[in-house]
């Protein structure tokens, strides 16, 4: 009898026109190294009284549909992503395309994520997802990966597909080895690790509906924090954050190529942190940095990915 394993199984996408109904074509094949996207429905217990000591049956509670996705940070599928958490970029070029996404948008695009277990079968259908938070690590090694945290109206199972045969992407991961932080425009060294998050802080409808089922999740006041781990080598990170003024932060990954991704956050400010001395090693302070809306720019962050994607 065969087994679900994770090395056999597969994920497809695709945005929506109306929320929370699948579209019946257009998917795409999603990379992917974990998900713990699902349903559930709790069940609550029985508080009558008048039968004994022994309790009286559980009644289901709403379902809850959400999780993580952990997918590669790469030059053509990430752009799905970053559409989910920001909306439709300005795309301008002929190959290679420049898609530029940026922060603000009170309206975000919806999706359908399939899952597929085909030895079982299990194809779990996750509708109306749409993208809460978009978090990842900058370091010297490793393997890159970002985690899009979802909110889904529900889940349908079927044992056959309702994805058809998705469109693939090809495949061209970045790697810590081609990344870069500039603070204003200069290279930043002594960085030993960078963490960004960024959030729509989604806001449940939970209406009462007979499927107990949301009635949708709305954007409220974004954010765009993070943490950076810098060797004490200068006082550059230190005066910005004693004066208080914000400063800008890039963070950026380029192929030979020429395929690369630019994430700017326009108004970064540092809170003072503690320095410590805890022994022999080098001495490394921690900045918890919060980014803020910038009116020259127009707004929070900007992200520029080029590639050899049309149109997302």
């Known amino acids: ?26 998917y795409m094949q999603m990379t992917f190294a974990s998900t713990s996207l699902g349903a559930e429905q709790p069940l609550l217990g029985s508080e009558l009284l008048g039968y004994g000591r022994d309790p009286l049956a559980p009644i289901k509670d709403a379902v809850t549909a959400d999780g993580d996705v952990v997918v590669p940070i790469d030059a053509e599928a990430f752009g799905f992503w970053l559409k989910a958490a920001f909306g439709d970029p300005v795309t301008t070029g002929t190959g290679p395309y420049t898609h530029e996404f940026v922060s603000g948008s009170w309206t975000l695009p919806s999706l359908s994520i399939e899952t597929a277990m085909p030895e079982v079968p299990r194809f779990a259908m996750y509708s109306g ?23 889904a109206q529900g889940e349908a199972i079927a044992t056959s597909t309702a994805a058809g045969t998705p469109t693939g992407w090809t495949l061209q991961r970045f790697g810590h080895f ?6 204003n425009g200069t ?13 729509n802080n989604l806001d449940r409808i939970e209406t009462i509906r007979s499927d107990g089922r949301i009635d949708g999740a709305d954007p409220s006041i974004a954010a765009l924090t993070g943490k950076m781990e810098v060797r004490f080598a200068d006082q550059v990170l230190m005066t910005q954050a004693m004066n208080g003024t914000p400063a800008e932060l890039e963070f ?41 809306y910038n009116s020259a720019a127009g707004q929070m962050c900007t992200v520029v990915l080029k590639n050899q994607i049309a149109s997302y």
């Open 187 to 199: 290279a930043l060294g002594n960085i030993v690790s960078a963490d960004i998050q960024y959030a």
């Open 1 to 26: 009898m065969a087994r679900a394993q994770g090395a056999r199984s597969l994920m497809a996408a695709a945005f929506e026109t109306t929320y929370g109904t699948p579209p019946l074509s257009g």
């Open 129 to 151: 997802c749409v993208l809460d938070q978009l978090s990842w690590q900058m370091q010297r090694s490793g393997l890159l990966t970002a985690t899009a945290k979802l909110i």
């Open 178 to 183: 081609n990344g870069s932080i500039k603070r």
């Open 252 to 292: 950026a990954y380029s192929l030979g190529s020429g395929e690369s991704l630019t994430f700017t956050a326009h108004a970064v400010y540092l809170p003072r942190p503690r320095i410590e001395i805890q022994g022999p090693q080098g001495i490394q302070a921690s900045f918890d940095w919060q980014a803020a």
